[in-house]
């Protein structure tokens, strides 16, 4: 049974701000005290106990089979590094930046995917990056007259934000490529699941787990974390109902951000970063349909 193709884009839209009101909440968190091994594993851990719930009463078998078991504990340990990665970015450098650097995982996975040659090199797919990545350096303010004293501003976050998004794409194409064959379900169960197990026991181990200082951060934290889980159980119901290019309304996040951004914390923004945010969503949209 599929949803109309209105009411599924308005879901899809709403999952889109959902998720990036977790990103909005999490910097309050962090703001106020919360490490970012905290927030990912209070985030992943009411994730997969809710996912757990929800497949239980879908009578969901959670058996994976045993050649997949390895990939699927390689795909868990990248979230694991693309959540952590994400959230350390989002400390540092308004979110919305954060998310948009995030968002070359697109363009990352089809790199992948023609190196190791599981889909043929497309020329018309250059373009649209090419756009993407000059849309991103306009929204990151990177000019050459100031390029310096810019990237001393917000290179350290630029860089987790990209190494969230290299881990994204393998993730991208252990999903495709070696995991399709699994249901959906089980597959973000388990890599939730991982998450949430090593971000505790790895925060635990280093005394990097640390909880906010005052209201204003555990309000943070607790949005972040039934933002995400609103968000992940929609997809969890609604995905499977709706045809593949619906899935473009998603790309709302970052603006969606950007504006809340604005909003509740104050980040300003030049009308020319608007622009580059807007062309850098747009080329990653335009990537997408490029593969159909």
């Given amino acids: 049974m599929h949803l109309s193709p209105r009411l599924g884009i308005a879901i899809l839209l709403g999952v889109g701000v959902s998720f990036a009101s977790n990103h909005l909440a999490a910097r309050v968190a962090f703001d106020h005290g919360t490490s970012v091994a905290a927030g990912v594993a209070v985030r992943a851990s009411c994730t997969a106990l809710i996912l757990l719930a929800l497949m239980k009463l879908q009578g969901v078998r959670l058996a994976i089979p045993g ?13 694991a590094t693309q959540s ?15 998310l948009l650097v995030f968002q070359t995982s697109p363009m990352l996975y089809v790199l992948i ?8 090199p497309r020329w ?9 990545l000059a849309g991103l350096a306009l929204a990151l303010d990177l000019r050459l007259e100031h390029l310096q004293a810019r990237w001393s501003e917000i290179g350290a976050g630029v860089l987790w934000a990209f190494a969230s998004g290299s881990s994204m794409a393998v993730v991208y ?11 959906g379900r089980v597959r973000t ?8 197990a090593l971000a505790i026991a790895g925060g635990s181990a280093a005394h990097a787990i640390v909880f906010p200082v005052d209201a204003a951060g555990w309000v943070g934290l607790a949005c972040l974390t039934v933002f995400y889980c609103l968000a992940i159980i929609s997809l969890f119901f609604v995905l499977p109902k709706l045809p593949p290019t619906h899935t473009a309304a998603l790309n709302i996040e970052p603006i969606a951000l950007l504006f809340l951004g604005w909003l509740i ?28």
């Fill in 67 to 79: 050649a997949l078991r390895p990939w699927s504990l390689l795909a868990g340990v990248l979230i």
């Fill in 84 to 98: 952590y990665c994400l959230y350390s970015a989002v400390a540092r450098i308004p979110p919305a930046l954060a």
């Fill in 113 to 120: 995917s023609w190196a190791m040659r599981k889909e043929p």
């Fill in 124 to 132: 018309r797919a250059l373009a649209p990056m090419a756009l993407g």
């Fill in 173 to 183: 194409y252990l999903n495709t490529h070696v995991l399709k064959g699994m249901d």
């Fill in 189 to 196: 169960f388990a890599m939730t699941a991982v998450t949430a």
């Fill in 265 to 292: 914390l104050g980040n300003t923004v030049t009308p020319l970063q608007v622009a580059g945010a807007f062309l850098t969503v747009g080329a990653i949209v335009w990537l997408g349909a490029s593969k159909r």
